[in-house]
């Protein structure tokens, strides 16, 4: 962790952290540089009470839906992947190939302060809770006056947008995120 955290002190442009796959045990979200921009991705099924306050203006938290791995990137010229013995990569076309990666990831990850309840419509927020109370596809659309390959069709779409392999883990993604 030691060595991690030296690195963080010295960067200068851009500090960004994808905090899953064991990244939390290497960096110290207190002890980051004063005036150095931080990235910091989370999964999405975080407590968001428990992200660190750290944010300083120039700071931005944003969560994940299956954050695959932790990563560690300072000023787009060092990487550390945490594991069991964390890897340091410093080849420039490695470095700039998980930077564009976390850019990547970035761009497709919602702001930690988005409020939930703007997550779903009403009728995603309909279907979720017909399903989880036990309906079949056909029960939820004679309920919704629609047809059962509607139904299928938002719900494939609220799983997609979650990250959901099935509707089970879409309803536990929805209702972590608060939008049930």
Do not use: K
Not at 13 to 26: F, K, P, V, Y
Not at 78 to 95: D, L, N, R
Not at 104 to 130: C, F, I, K, Y
Request: proline share 5%; charged share 20%.
């Amino acid at each position: 962790m030691d060595d991690v955290q030296e690195l963080l002190m010295r960067a200068q442009a851009r500090i960004d952290l994808c905090m899953s796959g064991g990244a939390d045990e290497l960096v110290d979200v207190r002890l980051l540089p004063r005036g150095t921009p931080v990235r910091a991705l989370y999964p999405d099924d975080v407590d968001r009470a428990s992200v660190p306050a750290f944010l300083r203006g120039h700071d931005q938290v944003r969560t994940y839906s299956g954050l695959p791995s932790g990563l560690v990137l300072c000023d787009s010229a060092v990487a550390v992947v945490p594991g069991t013995s964390p890897v340091t990569i410093t080849s420039p076309e490695t470095v700039a190939l998980l930077a564009a990666w976390f850019d990547h990831l970035w761009a497709s990850a919602m702001a930690a302060d988005v409020p939930a309840q703007n997550g779903l419509s009403e009728q995603e927020r309909t279907v979720l809770r017909l399903l989880a109370a036990g309906a079949t596809d056909d029960a939820a659309a004679a309920r919704l006056g629609t047809s059962a390959r509607s139904v299928r069709r938002v719900m494939a779409g609220v799983m997609g947008r979650l990250g959901a392999r099935s509707r089970f883990q879409a309803g536990q993604l929805a209702a972590r995120r608060g939008w049930l």
